[in-house]
């Protein structure tokens, strides 16, 4: 399930809009609306992306478009149980040669 969207979309529109629309610098649209300048690149890059003038981004219309899933990683190479152990190639010796020795 996707996070809570801090921002409407009726204001995300606008602001991309105004982006768009006017010549002045991001930073200075994102301070007068008061959001932060990344997010308003953000907004931008995903909205030309939806439109299809920009390429190598995901539009938010592709099916199948999941978000992070945090928790436990996903173990994908299982070993076989039945399967002889690897070979030790360096050799290694772990017995000692006599009781409580380090």
């Not at 959001?35 to 030309?48: D, F, P, S, T, Y």
């Not at 190598?56 to 002889?84: C, D, K, M, N, Y």
């Amino acid at each position: 399930m996707a996070a809570p969207r801090k921002y409407p979309d009726e204001f995300r529109g606008r602001a991309v809009r105004e982006v768009r629309s006017t010549d002045r610098p991001i930073a200075h649209i994102a301070k007068d609306l008061g959001n932060r300048k990344e997010a308003l690149r953000g907004w931008v890059r995903q909205a030309e992306a939806d439109h299809g003038e920009r390429d190598g981004r995901l539009t938010a219309a592709e099916p199948g478009l999941e978000g992070v899933i945090r928790g436990q990683q996903r173990r994908t190479t299982v070993p076989e149980p039945s399967a002889p152990p690897p070979p030790d190639l360096v050799d290694r010796d772990f017995t000692a040669s006599r009781p409580d020795q380090l």
